[in-house]
C-alpha cells in the first residue's frame, strides 16, 4: 500500500483538501539529511527516541529495568557514604524483583530481616515486606522451571506433569512464608490462593495442602467436557518470550494462510511477524519486513484502511503512562506496501499525537466506502486531558481528527472501545470501556455532512454504563437472533491490587469485593438487559485481553479472557467460556487446558493450519520489565461440526468488509432449520481476530440461503455450486457479484520442531 502521490481536491463531508495540502502532508513522509531519504518509519524512531531522552525512568512504575540503574546508583552512594536507609533498600529490592532479578532481590530481603530483628515478626506493618520475599521465591522458581526449563505445560493451571517444578526451592521457600503469614492473618485468601498455587508447582497439590487452607480440586471441574488444546507455540518458533502486547492472526501477503503479527510494550517495545508458510511452518520476517525498525505497543488492530488489497495494521502505546513525565509515546498507522514490507506513515497521514491509549477501532462511520479510525485515549488526570479521537479517512492517505465536531473527544480513562450496529440501520454504534467511570454507548444517528452528523450518547437509557471498573469489551451476537449484543469485563485497578484475593473468594463462593463482568443483551429497540447472572458469567474475571470465537464449529460463539494485572501476585487462571446454545456459558478452562498462569493480554481466534477450526493464540507476560513469558499458541484439536470460511471484498464498502453481517440459513441433519450470524470485525478490543469470516454450522447439511448485509446494500444468494458442506470449504464473495468462487485451500498440520525464544 502506498499514499497516493498524485495532487487531487477531495471533497468529502463538507471537507476540502488541495492540492497544495494532499502534496504537502505525502512530502512528509519522506525528507532528506545529506543523500540519504529519511522515511516515516525512521522519523517516528527518531521522535519516540526524543521522548524516551526526556522520559522521568527513576520514578516510573513500569520501565523497572531503567528504574533500577537509578535507585542502583542511589543505593550504592548511600552505602559509600554511610547513609543508606531502609526505606531506599526496601525499594531497591522491590525495583530488582520487578526487574527480573529475583535472587538479589531475596537477598536484599532477607538483609533487611536478619539486620533488624524487630521485622521478622509479621504484623500489620511488616506483612508486605515478608509478601515481598515470598514473591521473589515463588518469582524465582517460575524462572528456573517454567522459563529457563519451558514444557507445553509450564505454567498451566491446575499445575500437573512437566509443569511441575524440578527445582523446587524456590516455591518450598515460599510455602513456608504463606504458612507463617496465614498464621497470623488467616483470612487473606490472596496468601491462601499463592499457599495452594506453590504446592501444586511441587506436585503436592492437594495431599499436602494444610486442610483449613485448601482450596478444594472439585472448585476447578470444567462444566462441560472437551478436548484439551495443546500449547504448541514453543515447537512453531512462535513462543515470543517478552512482555505484555498485543496480537493480530491474519493474512498479510494474501497467500490464503493466517500470519501473526504480534507485539510487546513498553518504551523499548518490539514488533515480531510470523510468516505462515503452510506446511513449511511459520518463518521470522520481522526484519525483511522493516518491522524491526517500528516500535511495538500494548496492542495491535488491522484493517485495509487505503482500499488497495493488503492488510495495513495500527499500533497503540502508552496505555497507563498517563502523564507526561512517563514518557508518552505516539501510536503508529503502519502501511503494507503489498512487497513484504511495511512502512510508518503516522506522520504523513496526519495522525501523530502523543497521547496514551490501547483502544482502537476501526469502522466506516458515515459509510462512504472508506475505513476510519477511533481511538480512545486515557485521561488520568484534569491537568493532562487526553481526548478521544476520530479519524476521518480522506480517502488520499490521510486523515482528520473530527472528533470535536462530532462531540466525541471524550476525555476519560478509556481502556476499551468497539463498534457495532445495535439497531440495524446500517451505521455502526461505538460502545466505550472506562476503568473509572461509567461506560458509553454512541448511538450513530447519521447525517449528510459532517456538520450535522450527530452521535447520541444512550448508555444510561440503554442500560449498559456498568461494570465501573471496566476494560475490554466488544459487540457480537452470542444468541443468533439476529441483533448485536455487548459483553464487557472487569478489572482490577493496578492501585488496589487485590486480583488474586478476589479471585479466590470466587472460587471459594464467598461474596467479593470486585465487580463482575456484563453481558448484555440487545432488545431490539436500542436498549439492552443484563443477563450476567442468568448466562453463569457471575464470576470476578479481572480481565486485561481477551476475544471470541467458535471452538466447536457448533454455531455459537465461545470466549477466552486473559485474566491477571501488573501486580506480582495476580497468579490466576485465564479463563474459556463455551457458549451452549445462546442461553449460557460453561466454564471450559480445565477441560480445554487453558488455565493459563501469566498475565493473559492479546488474545485472538483463527484457523491456521486451513483445516476448519480456529486456533487460539495469547500474549503473555506482564507489565514491568521482568515479568516477561512465552506467548501460547492452543491448537484446536476438535473435527466434528461443518464449517465455511467466507473472504467478503467491497467494492462500494471498504475493502475490508469491515462491519458487513453475514445470515447462514442451514439444514441441520435432524431437519431443523438453523440460522447463524456473523459480523466482520477483528472482535475483542484488546486482541485481533482474522477479518475473514470463521463460521461454526453446527450439524448443518446444507446452505438454504446466504445472504450479505454489506455496509453498502443488502446481496443474497442462492447458487451454493461452490460450497460442500461434507468437507471444509473456503469461498469468496466480490460486493456486487452474485457468485460465490472456492478458494482452493490445503489443510496442513502445524509444523511442530523445537524452537526456543528466549
Not at 231 to 260: Q, R
Not at 362 to 382: P, R
Not at 395 to 417: C, E, M, R
Not at 542 to 553: E, I, S
Amino acid at each position: 500500500m502506498k499514499i497516493a502521490s498524485i495532487c487531487i481536491s477531495v471533497l468529502m463531508l463538507g471537507i476540502f483538501f488541495s492540492c497544495k495540502d494532499a502534496s504537502q502532508k505525502s512530502s512528509e513522509n519522506t525528507k532528506k539529511i545529506g543523500s540519504n531519504e529519511v522515511s516515516g518509519t525512521m522519523q517516528m524512531k527518531d521522535s519516540i527516541q526524543k521522548i524516551k531522552r526526556a522520559t522521568n525512568f527513576r520514578k516510573h512504575i513500569y520501565e523497572s529495568g531503567e528504574r533500577l540503574t537509578l535507585v542502583e546508583a542511589e543505593v550504592n552512594t548511600a552505602k559509600a557514604n554511610g547513609t543508606l536507609t531502609p526505606g531506599l533498600y526496601i525499594e531497591y529490592g522491590k525495583v530488582l524483583l520487578e526487574a527480573g532479578r529475583s535472587q538479589e532481590a531475596i537477598t536484599v530481603f532477607e538483609t533487611i530481616l536478619t539486620n533488624l530483628p524487630e521485622n521478622k515478626k509479621i504484623t500489620p506493618t511488616t506483612k508486605a515486606l515478608h509478601e515481598a520475599l515470598a514473591l521473589g521465591y515463588l518469582r524465582l522458581g517460575e524462572q528456573r522451571n517454567c522459563l529457563e526449563n519451558h514444557s507445553t505445560a509450564s505454567c498451566l493451571f491446575p499445575i500437573k506433569g512437566e509443569g511441575v517444578h524440578v527445582d523446587k526451592n524456590g516455591s518450598q521457600k515460599a510455602i513456608q512464608i504463606y504458612q507463617n503469614i496465614l498464621k497470623i492473618f488467616p483470612e487473606d485468601l490472596q496468601a491462601r490462593w499463592l499457599l495452594n498455587v506453590a504446592y501444586m508447582t511441587l506436585g503436592e497439590y492437594p495431599e499436602n495442602v494444610p486442610p483449613s487452607l485448601l482450596i478444594a480440586p472439585n472448585t476447578f471441574e470444567p462444566e462441560y467436557d472437551i478436548p484439551v488444546f495443546e500449547n504448541i507455540s514453543m515447537f512453531t518458533g512462535t513462543d515470543v518470550n517478552d512482555l505484555a502486547g498485543g496480537v493480530i492472526l491474519d493474512d498479510f501477503n494474501s497467500d490464503g494462510n493466517i500470519d501473526i503479527m504480534v507485539s510487546s510494550w513498553g518504551m523499548s517495545g518490539t514488533l515480531n511477524y510470523f510468516l505462515n508458510e503452510g506446511a513449511g511452518g511459520f518463518v521470522a520476517a520481522t526484519e525483511k519486513s522493516g518491522l524491526a525498525a517500528i516500535h511495538g505497543g500494548l496492542n495491535l488492530i488491522q484493517a485495509d484502511y487505503d482500499n488497495d488489497g493488503d492488510l495495513d495494521f495500527y499500533v497503540q502505546r502508552s496505555a497507563w503512562s498517563g502523564v507526561k513525565s512517563m514518557g508518552i509515546l505516539p501510536n503508529s498507522l503502519v502501511t503494507n506496501n503489498g512487497d513484504g514490507t511495511f512502512t510508518d506513515t503516522t506522520i504523513a497521514a496526519g495522525m501523530y499525537a502523543a497521547y496514551p491509549t490501547q483502544a482502537a477501532v476501526w469502522l466506516d462511520f458515515n459509510v462512504d466506502g472508506w475505513l476510519d479510525l477511533f481511538v480512545g485515549n486515557e485521561t488520568h488526570t484534569a491537568q493532562e486531558p487526553h481526548p478521544a479521537q476520530l479519524f476521518l479517512n480522506n480517502k488520499n492517505g490521510t486523515f482528520t481528527d473530527v472528533a470535536p465536531q462530532l462531540n466525541l473527544n471524550i476525555t476519560s480513562y478509556i481502556k476499551g472501545v468497539t463498534a457495532g450496529d445495535i439497531n440495524n440501520d446500517g451505521l455502526p454504534d461505538l460502545y466505550i470501556s472506562n476503568i473509572t467511570s461509567g461506560n458509553l454507548l454512541y448511538l450513530n444517528k447519521g447525517g449528510t455532512t459532517l456538520s450535522n452528523w450527530q452521535f447520541e450518547e444512550i448508555s444510561q437509557s440503554a442500560n449498559v454504563k456498568e461494570p465501573l471498573e471496566s476494560f475490554p469489551t466488544w459487540f457480537f451476537d452470542y444468541n443468533n437472533d439476529g441483533l448485536e449484543d455487548i459483553f464487557v469485563s472487569c478489572f482490577d485497578l493496578p492501585s488496589l491490587k487485590r486480583a488474586a484475593n478476589e479471585v479466590a473468594a470466587d472460587y471459594l463462593n464467598l461474596k467479593p469485593n470486585a465487580s463482575y463482568p456484563k453481558l448484555y443483551k440487545n432488545n431490539g429497540d436500542n436498549t439492552f438487559t443484563d443477563v450476567t447472572k442468568q448466562s453463569n458469567l457471575e464470576h470476578i474475571l479481572p480481565t486485561m485481553g481477551c476475544n471470541f470465537g467458535d471452538l466447536d464449529n457448533d454455531g455459537y460463539l465461545d470466549f477466552y479472557l486473559g485474566t491477571g494485572a501488573p501486580d506480582y501476585r495476580s497468579i490466576i487462571p485465564n479463563r474459556m467460556f463455551r457458549n451452549s446454545k445462546g442461553t449460557s456459558f460453561q466454564d471450559v478452562t480445565y477441560a480445554g487446558n487453558f488455565g493459563h498462569l501469566q498475565k493473559g493480554h492479546g488474545i485472538a481466534f483463527a484457523d491456521l493450519d486451513n483445516d476448519g477450526d480456529q486456533d487460539i493464540y495469547a500474549v503473555m507476560g506482564g507489565s514491568v520489565s521482568g515479568d516477561v513469558f512465552q506467548n501460547a499458541l492452543f491448537e484446536n484439536p476438535l473435527r466434528t461440526n461443518a464449517s465455511i470460511t467466507i473472504q467478503l471484498e467491497g467494492t462500494k464498502s471498504n475493502r475490508s468488509a469491515i462491519g458487513a453481517r453475514i445470515k447462514i440459513n442451514t439444514l441441520q441433519k435432524d431437519n431443523t432449520q438453523k440460522i447463524i450470524y456473523y459480523t466482520i470485525t477483528s472482535g475483542g478490543s484488546f486482541g485481533a481476530n482474522s477479518l475473514q469470516a470463521e463460521i461454526g454450522l453446527g450439524a448443518a447439511t446444507s446452505i438454504e440461503q446466504l445472504q450479505i448485509a454489506w455496509p453498502n446494500g443488502t446481496n443474497t444468494y442462492t447458487d451454493y455450486g461452490a460450497v460442500d458442506l461434507k468437507k471444509y470449504q473456503k469461498i469468496s464473495i466480490k460486493e456486487g457479484e452474485n457468485q460465490l468462487k472456492k478458494v482452493a485451500t490445503t489443510a496442513f498440520t502445524l509444523k511442530k520442531d523445537m524452537h526456543m525464544n528466549h
